[in-house]
């Protein structure tokens, strides 16, 4: 079982940053691929990043957010971040954590995942 939870949401400027954070209880988080997605008003989950224990740490991002955002790890810390800059008003969602012992190489489907947060509010004004 692994229970997860995210912090770091609220306003920001278009053009700024926020770090968000995703806190990781289980002995056995170190063994997940993390993900985070996020869902905007009125539209369906999708995926954002995810970093892959399975496969070296590796690092998948969606399209619209590569080059702006970066996921990292902290097993020490059994956390999660996605450090998310330049961010634009469409970045405006609710972002999930979430975890799986599946790597999909590449685009980490809403449905493939095992464990789920929250989610915390990002909203990026014009």
């Known amino acids: 079982q692994v229970q997860l939870v995210e912090s770091g949401g609220g306003l920001v400027q278009s053009g700024g940053s926020l770090r968000l954070s995703c806190a990781a209880s289980g002995r056995t988080f170190s063994a997940y691929n993390m993900g985070w997605f996020r869902q905007p008003p009125g539209k369906e989950r999708e995926f954002v990043a995810a970093?892959?224990?399975?496969?070296?740490?590796?690092?998948y991002y969606a399209d619209s957010v590569k080059g702006r955002f970066t996921i990292a790890g902290d097993n020490a810390e059994n956390t999660v971040y996605l450090q998310m800059n330049s961010l634009k008003p469409e970045d405006t969602a609710v972002y999930y954590c979430?975890?799986?012992?599946?790597?999909?190489?590449?685009?980490?489907?809403?449905?493939?995942?095992?464990?789920w947060g929250k989610g915390t509010l990002v909203t990026v004004s014009s």
């Open positions: 970093i892959s224990r399975s496969v070296r740490n590796t690092t």
């Open positions: 979430a975890a799986t012992l599946r790597d999909y190489s590449g685009n980490y489907p809403p449905g493939g995942m095992t464990y």
